[in-house]
C-alpha cells in the first residue's frame, strides 16, 4: 500500500512538472509558440526529467544502500550470545530475524530476545521507507522548481530532452548487454567448479544420470553419475514431438489467416489462437497429465502397446500445442508485410494461389518464419513444468516416445530445490546444464542466421 502511495504522488508531480514547464513556456513567450526554440511539449518534458531522473537516481541507491544499513544495524545490535556462533549459524539467526519481521517462517521458536531483534529491525526498515518516500518527494520537488526557473523561449528544450533519452536508451542497453554477459560468466565459473570434479567427457557422453552424492559429510550417499546423455536425448527428442505439432499447424494456420482468409475471419482466428500463448504452463501440465497421457495409454493398451503413465508423447504433444501462437502469429505477420505488388506479379504471370505462396510468399518471409520456429524451439527447450507433470522425472535413455523420459531443465530445477550444498558436484551439475543449454540455444540462433542469410529473397 504504501508503495502504491509513493508511487501515485511521484506520478502526479512528474505530471504536474510537464504540465507546468508546458504552461510556463508559453507564458514566457507572450502565448506565441512561434517565439519558442522547441514545441511547448518538449518544456513539459524537460521539467519532468529534471523533475522525475533525479529523484528516481536516488530513489534507487536508497534502495541499495538501506538494507545493506538494515542488516548492519541487525547486527549490531545482536546479544552477546551471538558472538559465540559460528559463520553459518549466525547468518540462520540473521533470516529467522528478517523472516520473522516480515511474518515469514522461522527455524527456531521465537524467544523473546528474537521477537526483540525482528522488531528493532523491522522499526528500523519502517523509518527508511518513510524516510526514502521523503527524501525522493522532495528532490522531486527540488528539480521542479529548478527546472521551471530555467525555461525560457531561448532554451533548446529538444536538444537536452532528446540528450537525456539518448543516454537513458544507452544506459539500458548496456545493462541489457551486462546482464547477458554476467549470466554467462556465473554459469562459466561454477560450471568449471563442477568440472574440476567431474570430467567433462564423462558429463557429456556419459550414458547414465544419477546425482544421487552426500551434500554433508556427515550424510551417507552414492556417489553420483552424471552422464547426461539422456537428458539430452530426453530434451530432444519432446522438442521434436512439440515442433512437429506446433510447425506445421501453425505454419498452415498463418498461411490461411494471411491468404485465404477474410479480413473479418482474421480477426476473430488470430485473438483466438494468441490465447493459447497466454495460459498458464502448469493448466497445459494438468490437461497433459490428467487427459493426453490416459488418452494416450488407453488408445495404446488398446491397440497393444505399452506406453507410460507419464511418457514424452504427451508432454511433447501438449507442448506443441502451447507454442502454436510463437509460429502461427510472426508467420502470418511476416506474410502480411510481403508487398502486394509480387503476389500481384505472379497473378498476372498465370501463378495459381497455392504457386504464389509456395514460390513467392513463403522464400519472401522466409527469414520472419524461421526467426518464429527459432523462438518456438527455445520455447520448447526451456519449458518444465509440462514435462514434470506429463513425463515424470526419469533420466531413461530411450528413443521409445511412448516411455518416460526427463529434460535439462527438469533436472536443472531438481537439482537446486532442497537443501543445497554449492560446494556439491550435485549442486554444481545444475551450473553446467545451464552452460551446455545456453550453448546449444546459441548454436540454434547461428544456424538460423545462416539458413536466412543463404535463403532470403531480397525484393525492390
Known amino acids: 500500500m504504501q508503495s502504491i502511495v509513493f508511487l501515485t ?106 521477537t526483540a531483534a525482528a522488531e528493532a529491525y523491522a522499526r528500523f526498515r519502517e523509518i527508511g521507507s518513510f524516510a526514502m ?84 559429510a556427515d550424510q551417507v550417499g552414492a556417489s553420483g553419475a552424471f552422464g547426461a546423455i539422456p537428458l539430452f536425448a530426453g530434451t530432444l527428442m519432446i522438442t521434436v514431438i512439440a515442433m512437429l505439432v506446433a510447425v506445421p499447424i501453425g505454419l498452415f494456420s498463418a498461411i490461411y489467416m494471411s491468404e485465404y482468409a477474410s479480413p473479418k475471419v482474421r480477426a476473430t482466428v488470430k485473438p483466438v489462437l494468441e490465447v493459447l500463448a497466454g495460459v498458464p504452463t502448469v493448466v497445459y501440465g494438468f490437461f497433459a497429465a490428467l487427459t493426453v497421457a490416459p488418452f494416450f495409454r488407453n488408445f495404446g493398451e488398446s491397440v497393444g502397446l505399452t506406453v507410460s503413465s507419464e511418457s514424452a508423447l504427451a508432454a511433447g504433444a501438449v507442448m506443441g500445442i502451447m507454442i502454436i501462437p510463437f509460429v502461427s502469429s510472426l508467420s502470418d505477420d511476416v506474410m502480411n508485410a510481403v508487398p502486394q505488388s509480387l503476389r500481384d506479379g505472379a497473378y498476372a504471370l498465370g501463378a495459381t494461389k497455392a504457386e504464389t505462396i509456395k514460390q513467392v510468399i513463403i522464400p519472401a518471409a522466409l527469414p520472419g518464419i524461421v526467426g518464429g520456429v527459432l523462438l518456438a524451439v527455445s520455447r520448447a527447450v526451456g519449458e518444465t513444468m509440462i514435462v514434470v507433470m506429463a513425463a515424470g522425472l526419469a533420466a531413461n535413455l530411450t528413443a521409445n516416445p511412448l516411455d518416460a523420459v526427463t529434460t535439462v531443465t527438469v533436472q536443472i530445477v531438481t537439482l537446486l530445490v532442497g537443501d543445497q550444498e554449492f560446494d556439491s558436484a550435485k549442486t554444481l551439475a545444475a551450473f553446467a546444464l545451464g552452460l551446455v543449454l545456453f550453448a546449444v540455444t546459441l548454436a540454434l540462433n547461428v544456424v538460423a542466421l545462416h539458413v536466412v542469410r543463404k535463403y532470403r529473397e531480397k525484393y525492390d
Open 133 to 216: 518516500f521523503g527524501v525522493v518527494i522532495a528532490v522531486a520537488l527540488g528539480g521542479l522548481g529548478l527546472a521551471r526557473g530555467r525555461v525560457v523561449p531561448q532554451l533548446r528544450a529538444r536538444n537536452l530532452v532528446e540528450r537525456v533519452v539518448m543516454v537513458i536508451m544507452q544506459v539500458a542497453s548496456t545493462i541489457a548487454i551486462l546482464t547477458t554477459v554476467g549470466i554467462v560468466l556465473s554459469l562459466l565459473f561454477e560450471a568449471l567448479r563442477f568440472f574440476s570434479k567431474v570430467p567433462v567427457t564423462e558429463f557429456l557422453f556419459g550414458l547414465d544420470w544419477s546425482p544421487q552424492t552426500a551434500l554433508r
Open 9 to 114: 504522488a511521484f506520478g502526479l508531480i512528474c505530471l504536474f512538472g510537464f504540465y507546468l514547464g508546458r504552461n510556463r513556456a508559453l507564458v514566457t513567450a507572450g502565448g506565441r509558440s512561434g517565439e519558442l526554440h522547441s514545441r511547448p511539449h518538449y518544456y513539459g518534458f524537460f521539467v519532468a526529467i529534471w523533475c522525475g531522473l533525479p529523484a528516481l537516481i536516488v530513489a534507487a541507491a536508497w534502495l541499495i544502500l538501506e538494507p545493506l544499513l538494515a542488516e548492519w544495524s541487525l547486527k549490531a545490535n545482536l546479544p552477546a550470545s551471538a558472538t559465540t556462533l559460528s559463520a553459518g549459524e549466525l547468518s540462520l539467526l540473521i533470516t529467522d530475524i528478517k523472516n520473522l519481521a516480515t511474518g515469514n517462517v522461522v527455524s527456531r521458536a521465537a524467544d523473546p530476545e528474537l
